[in-house]
C-alpha cells in the first residue's frame, strides 16, 4: 500500500494587532490650507448672504428656502471657481429641482417617499441639463415635506438664488478677483 507524503500546509503569520493607522489618516496633510484672507472672506459672505436671505425668508415666511440655499452659499464661497458654484448650476439647479418636485406634487404624490422620488428625478434631470448643483435636491425634498405654495416659494427662490451669486460677485470684486468663472 502506498503512502501518500503528507501535505505541507503553508502558514501565513498574521499580526496579533494590525498596525494602526496614523488618526488623522482621513485627512490631506500635504493639502495646503487656503490662505487666512481667502477663509476670512468665505466666513464674512457666507455671513453676509445668509442674513440677507434669512430676512427675506422671515419677512416672507418661507423660511424652507434657507437650508439649501445656505449649503449653496457655502459652496460659492468657499469653492468659488468650482463648476457647483457657478451661477448655470446655483440658479439652474435650483430652479430645475424645483420644477420636478412641483410637478411630483401636481401627481398628488408628497411625503418623505416622494421627497426621495422629487430628489432622485431632479438629480438626473440637473446632470442631464449639466446644470448639477447638489443643494439643489434639499430643495426638491424641501417643497415635497413642506409643500409651499408656489407663488411665492418659486420667484423667491430664484430671487434667493440670484441673491446668493449677486453677494459673491460683490465680495470677488472687492478682493479684485473673478466670479462667475462662466455664466452659461
Known amino acids: 500500500m502506498a503512502h501518500d507524503a503528507p501535505e505541507e500546509s503553508a502558514t501565513v503569520k498574521v499580526a496579533a494587532h494590525p498596525a494602526k493607522r496614523p ?3 482621513w485627512w490631506k496633510p500635504d493639502e495646503p490650507r487656503p490662505p487666512q484672507r481667502t477663509v476670512a472672506s468665505a466666513a464674512v459672505t457666507t455671513s453676509v448672504g445668509l442674513a440677507v436671505l434669512a ?16 449649503a449653496s452659499m457655502a459652496i460659492v464661497t468657499a469653492t468659488p471657481q468650482s463648476p ?10 435650483h430652479m430645475l429641482s424645483c420644477l420636478v418636485a412641483f410637478a ?13 422620488v422629487a430628489a432622485g428625478v431632479a438629480c438626473g434631470l440637473v446632470l442631464l441639463l449639466k446644470a448639477a448643483h447638489p443643494p439643489a435636491m434639499a ?7 413642506t409643500r409651499p405654495p408656489v407663488i411665492p416659494f418659486v420667484p423667491l427662490l430664484a430671487i434667493g438664488a440670484a441673491l446668493l451669486i449677486g453677494v459673491q460677485m460683490v465680495s470677488a470684486r472687492l478682493q479684485r478677483q473673478m466670479y462667475p468663472t462662466s455664466w452659461w
Open 23 to 25: 488618526a488623522n489618516h
Open 55 to 70: 430676512a427675506v425668508g422671515a419677512l416672507t415666511h418661507q423660511t424652507a428656502l434657507v437650508p439649501p440655499l445656505a
Open 84 to 93: 457647483l458654484a457657478q451661477p448655470r448650476h446655483v440658479i439652474g439647479g
Open 104 to 116: 411630483v406634487l401636481a401627481l398628488g404624490w408628497h411625503g418623505p417617499w416622494a421627497a426621495a
Open 139 to 145: 430643495t426638491a425634498v424641501m417643497i415635497m415635506l
